[in-house]
């Protein structure tokens, strides 16, 4: 064996047993007792769990006239620092280009960077019949997923017909579509009675996109999948009028997934009214919900009806990007970083505090990610022959996070002064150490391209 992770107790999504695991080549070679190999890391004590997938990243993303804050470099270091081993960002479509050409864009940002695997969604912005042609190619390629917006008028947006031939075609190629639900039309034109109010502040980005609006567009959405018979995954459900749809659409038994994201599930509205402009570093969308919705979205997780917990890291400065929306909420670049802290987060507010099982924290932070978009089983559990993603997991260290702790490249973090309970202290991927108790040790552009597998649902 190259190298032999022993004595820990390793944690899936099913199981929970103390043993050694044996790599070879980048694979888990074996699962067993007494084993050995050129090289043993002694995990005694610690919990060994399959590395986080994060399936909703923005990495060197241009946005509202500027760029989000982390490339492929410093994000895939703050993501693996974090306990992630690999991620699905998002190649987006300028209008007429075609789906070759951002994908190819996307795949440029992450060569010779990313420190951990990769893949991409396409998110389509413009669909001519060439490009809903180009469909069945990608899927070819690897890009098994697709994202729709029904927000952001102007720019992101695409109507009901686009979103249907969309569902159509992509369920004709095995593959998934996802979509950012809030209805754009009406955002459009409570954003604009606010700015004529003369209501620019951070709280009246939140207040211009109500829960409704989130709940309308989801229900929408899994409708227009229900007409295409196709799956659909909506992703950052942030509130109760979105979840209320889920329940809906899956009691009846139809193939729609959620997403929610660390934020809804710790934070609430009441941080846009933090002093000195400080409720930009929230402004993202859908925005911060009533804090009664986390019991809600709580619930959602634990019986079932949200399936994966994602970031949507979109990070921007507050200084030089974020600030440039004073007195303008429509002008602060939509995002927050959150891939570093997702899985400490989680571990700590779901497991330590009895919200959730380790054996659904794993579910949700790993191996539902995988499953549902192509990765599994190399991807999202500790098996032999999986790849040897592996994070060594400390139950019992205690940390304060802050932004000088952190490896993302922004300068504030959302959850500034959260105690955690439980935090990452090594991260191996393919079988090469790449975090060592917080020191990026691995290689530049050491992480692969995956080709992802055609969608098959849980």
């Known amino acids: 064996m190259d190298l032999v992770v022993k004595n820990g107790r390793v944690i899936t999504a099913t199981d929970d047993y103390v043993a050694d695991i044996g790599i070879q080549g980048g694979k888990i070679a074996a699962i067993g007792k007494d084993l050995s190999g050129k090289n ?100 070819e390629e690897g890009v098994t997923s697709f994202k729709l917006f029904m927000a952001y008028k102007g720019s992101l947006m695409v109507d009901d017909g686009t979103f249907f031939k969309t569902l159509v075609k992509a369920k004709e190629c095995g593959a998934l579509v996802s979509f950012h639900a809030e209805n754009g039309e009406v955002l459009d034109v409570l954003i604009k009675k606010f700015l004529a109010e003369g209501k620019g502040d951070p709280i009246h980005h939140a207040l211009s996109r109500p829960p409704k609006a989130e709940g309308e567009a989801t229900g929408r959405g899994f409708a227009l999948a229900e007409m295409a018979n196709a799956p659909i995954y909506v992703v950052h459900l942030s509130c109760s009028e979105a979840l209320d749809k889920v329940k809906m659409f899956r009691d009846r038994g139809l193939p729609v997934y959620a997403e929610t994201c660390p934020q809804y599930l710790m934070l609430d509205i009441e941080r846009y009214n933090e002093p000195n402009f400080g409720g930009a570093k929230y402004v993202m969308s859908p925005p911060l919900r009533e804090k009664w919705n986390q019991d809600v979205l709580w619930d959602g997780l634990r019986n079932g009806y949200l399936q994966t917990v994602a970031t949507d890291h979109c990070p921007f ?29 989680l571990f700590t507010e779901g497991v330590v505090k009895g919200r959730i099982s380790i054996n659904r924290f794993v579910e949700v932070f790993s191996t539902n990610p995988a499953k549902l978009f192509g990765l599994f089983p190399e991807k999202g559990t500790i098996a032999v022959g999986s790849d040897a993603d592996l994070v060594i997991f400390d139950p019992k260290k205690e940390v304060t996070i802050t932004q000088s702790l952190l490896h993302q490249n922004v300068d504030y973090t959302a959850f500034e002064g959260f105690r955690v309970k439980g935090y990452p202290v090594k991260t191996i991927v393919g079988g090469q150490l790449v975090i060592d108790n917080g020191k990026f040790v691995g290689k530049e552009g050491a992480g692969r391209y995956i080709k992802r597998k055609k969608f098959v649902g849980l």
């Open 40 to 139: 043993v890391m002694d995990a005694s004590g610690m919990l060994v769990f399959p590395g986080g997938v994060d399936v909703h990243t923005h990495l060197d993303m241009p946005f509202m006239g500027m760029v989000s804050a982390d490339d492929f470099r410093t994000g895939t270091i703050a993501a693996a620092s974090g306990g992630t081993t690999c991620l699905v960002d998002f190649a987006i479509q300028g209008k007429g280009q075609s789906l070759a050409e951002a994908l190819a864009t996307w795949k440029k940002k992450a060569e010779g960077k990313a420190v951990i695997d990769y893949g991409f969604h396409i998110a389509i912005t413009d669909l001519p019949d060439t490009v809903l042609a180009e469909i069945p190619k990608v899927v």
């Open 317 to 345: 400065n507050f200084k030089g990007q974020k600030d440039k929306g004073k007195g303008d909420f429509s002008k602060i670049p939509n995002g927050a970083p959150s891939l570093e802290t997702r899985m400490s987060l």
